[in-house]
DNA sequence: TTGAAAGCGCTAACAC
DNA sequence: GTGTTAGCGCTTTCAA
């Protein structure tokens, strides 16, 4: 395939390449007519401008870079992919380039984030996926495009935050349970260098405090996002503490292993025991009549990180925290009288 | 920030650039000593080849597209995410850039698949979300770069089709239902636009007519894979056509909403009336004692695919065809005896 | 309103 | 083993 150049469409018009380059780029220094003719004869030619091209001669698209960390094969709450399209549709609503990168704990030692972004010619940076303990989250005073995490905080007050307000959505729905009269409630938390996890963990410590109660230490377990492990976890925690009549989740996948826990013990979600996740996955309202839930939006989070971003590279917008709606969702497994 | 080019590596290292050139690229032409200081100072210049410029150099980096039609806000059945990830690994493990690019009716309107193509300088392409009815599928002679298709036939011999035999994983199922003695078998298809329920639906027929059985008419319903509307036709058609004691759809999602409007209705699921679904999302297995349904995996395919453009960009690999491994899962919504 | 010429960062012939 | 030079496709002064 010959590629039809800037060259090829000024030869074929009759005019110099410059006259081309202004032409198709709207400039105001072209006779209409010249113009009209040359638009015509290069999409008769299947002339498209070679992108390369243009950023040697010094104009360069604008791209926003979504840089997801530890790409799983598969994405049970469809988070990753709710954020992926927000961030690809605000992207697209905006008519600024979007490209997907991945990183994972090898590559973030092999490459610098810096060195990431030059190669790519990043205009702008949202991330997600990231843990406490990444190698990234130190680097980013080295970077000085607009740059966005999505569900962590960052040191850097220049870089924005895009998440819900998870201690206060699990202050509410610790606070509901308690208000169901639970007072034995039990959490089964994600992991200890997810960011979101300690701020659900504080929420739920809150509540709890609130209420006068105590939380025993046994009665919070990591179960990783997965609900395997979760299912295992609970399990166990059940039989060692008969006393339990609730289960804060921080996932609704856990929620489903630890409903099914709860089951196999010959007991009743939703009325032995309640249970609320977290996130109010798509299938979540089948479950167990239901599960009542935390619902966040990611498409929304990535769409809010891609306007946010594309406002920064445009000039405006200033905030380095922004919040998104959550949304206490009540349904069959955790419900009052 | 002021990017580090060759130029400045070449004038701190007292050499020309294209012994820089050379030294970087691994040339054979360059003393080892050279080579070696070379390199160590470009690590510390934090110099990063500008790809544009290697673009123009004759050295362009090669680039797998995959192009996702339709891009929706979520993705219940995570069969995007999965193919996304699947390609997304392939184009890792071999060393070659990835990126996403969507489309929609009416980008496919204004933009040609060519110029899709040319704009972003692919060197293979992989599509998926595509319909009968799409644009697109005729312009696939006008692309002459490696290309591949998910769960879509093409008529272009040198465009390879990724799949399962959907046919046949239909004509299984339903065999299935129909060993477990059920012989009125309905069927929640997807749309008539989508290639994969037109293959389904002939290997539910050819199932049948091989136990000689008639098939109704209005015991096919499309439901566009949405649960809902499966919830509603389901809703409607057990109380037109009573007779029904099974039903085989086209997804897991279509078959959560006839579930739950089996349930409704009164009757059980498992046992009343046998469902089998397809996908096997993650959470197939907590639904209705157990969601039986035909297994494939997405993530697979898409690397399957990923692999496969590479292995013809590299000028190896024919075939037409890949047909990946799919697995009738049985559950408690329908089990044998 | 148009065009000639320089230059972006890099690679690749070819000469030394 | 190393350097000189040309050129990739485009934009942008600046002169006409």
Tied chains: 1, 2.
Excluded at 53 to 71: H, S, Y
Excluded at 93 to 112: K, M, P, Y
Aim: aromatic share 6%; with cysteine; net charge neutral.
């Amino acid at each position: 395939m010959v590629r039809t150049t800037i060259r090829d469409v000024a030869r074929q018009a009759g005019v110099s390449i410059t006259t081309v380059s202004k032409a198709l780029n709207d400039y105001s220094d072209v006779n209409p007519e010249t113009r009209k003719r040359i638009k015509e004869l290069a999409e008769k030619m299947n002339y498209v401008p070679n992108a390369a091209g243009r950023t040697m001669g010094g104009k360069a698209d604008k791209v926003i870079g979504l840089l997801i960390n530890d790409l799983k094969p598969t994405d049970p709450s469809g988070a990753v992919y709710g954020i992926l399209s927000g961030v690809c549709h605000a992207c697209q609503d905006n008519g600024i380039e979007f490209i997907l990168l991945t990183s994972d704990i090898l590559r973030q030692q092999q490459e610098t984030l810096k060195v990431l972004c030059l190669k790519k010619q990043l205009t702008g940076l949202i991330c997600s996926g990231f843990r406490i303990s990444d190698r990234y989250m130190d680097q980013l005073a080295d970077i000085d495009i607009p740059c966005a995490f999505i569900d962590m905080r960052t040191p850097d007050s220049r870089v924005l935050d895009i998440t819900i307000d998870n201690q206060r959505a699990a202050f509410d729905a610790v606070s509901y349970l308690l208000r169901c009269g639970r007072k034995n409630i039990a959490m089964v938390n994600g992991s200890t260098v997810a960011d979101v996890s300690l701020l659900r963990e504080s929420g739920y410590r809150a509540a709890m405090a609130a209420a006068g109660l105590e939380v025993s230490p046994l009665r919070v377990v990591n179960a990783n996002f997965d609900d395997i492990v979760a299912y295992n976890l609970v399990w166990r925690l059940l039989q060692d503490d008969p006393g339990i009549d609730a289960l804060f989740c921080a996932s609704d996948l856990m929620a489903i292993g630890a409903c099914r826990a709860i089951e196999d013990l010959g007991k009743r979600v939703g009325s032995d025991i309640f249970v609320v996740g977290f996130d109010d996955i798509p299938i979540a309202k089948y479950l167990y009549g239901g599960l009542t839930t935390v619902r966040q939006d990611f498409y929304r989070m990535g769409y809010v990180a891609g306007q946010a971003i594309y406002d920064r590279i445009e000039g405006t917008s200033k905030a380095h925290t922004d919040d998104v709606m959550y949304e206490l969702v009540v349904r069959g497994s955790a419900r009052a009288g």
